[in-house]
């Protein structure tokens, strides 16, 4: 078992910034892959970000890529997304997720169906 709590969230005006922490406490971090995925009102909820377990691949959603890093400190048991340059759309619930995968995929890191385990989310809400 693993649990995921994420921290970060706010509100932002257009053009700020947000850094997103995921805390991760049960089975050894390092076993696992992280995304970031984001829900907003009436959406599905949609891959934006996967970093490896050693965290040497990246993956990005094209709406973000430029935008957005990903990156994790395993010894922290901690993932981050780094938000720059945040747009009303960006507005959303955004969740970490973990999957265990030995070796990483990019195809299945960006499918929500492919994680094992979720955090609660936490809001970000950027005004115009």
């Known amino acids: 078992q693993v649990q995921l709590v994420e921290s970060g969230g706010g509100l932002v005006q257009a053009g700020g910034s947000l850094r997103l922490s995921c805390l991760a406490s049960g089975r050894t971090f390092s076993m696992y892959a992280m995304g970031w995925f984001r829900q907003a009102p009436g959406k599905e909820r949609e891959f934006v970000a996967a970093i490896s377990r050693g965290g040497g691949s990246t993956d990005y959603a094209y709406s973000v890529k430029g935008r957005f890093t990903i990156s994790r400190e395993n010894g922290k048991n901690t993932a981050y997304l780094q938000m720059n340059s945040l747009k009303p759309e960006d507005t959303a619930v955004y969740y970490c997720?973990?999957?265990?995968?030995?070796?990483?995929?990019?195809?299945?890191?960006?499918?929500?169906?492919?994680?094992?385990?979720w955090g609660q989310g936490t809001q970000v809400t950027v005004s115009s």
């Open positions: 997720a973990a999957r265990s995968a030995i070796i990483y995929d990019s195809w299945a890191a960006q499918s929500a169906i492919n994680y094992d385990y």
